[in-house]
């Protein structure tokens, strides 16, 4: 299986059973950010923690390969982008509802 296929493993075919352990990513993606936001007293985004995790993947890369570093960082990618997408949404749903008023 290739890295891509892994990282759809992860993100899509196995987000219930991460869910249970850790709460679904991108809700723990927001709950990183409002703790980060407080210990470093400047606001902090979701995608902020996203673009940090995949920092600290290329970082940890750039010393030393490791195929699970890749893997994760394509699988924050996914969500990342899947989660600009939901807020996107989001907002154009709200725009069409205020125009609807």
Do not use: F
């Amino acid at each position: 299986m290739n890295i891509l296929e892994q990282a759809n493993e992860i993100i899509y075919k196995r987000s219930e059973e991460k869910a249970r352990q850790y709460g679904p990513m991108q809700e723990g993606m927001q709950e990183a950010a409002k703790i980060a936001s407080m210990l470093s007293r400047k606001e902090i985004t979701a995608v902020d923690m996203y673009n940090c995790m995949i920092a600290l993947k290329l970082s940890r890369q750039a010393y030393n390969h490791k195929e699970d570093n890749l893997l994760d960082c394509v699988a924050y990618m996914a969500s990342l982008n899947d989660y600009q997408n939901s807020i996107q949404n989001e907002d154009s749903k709200s725009k069409t509802s205020k125009n609807a008023k």
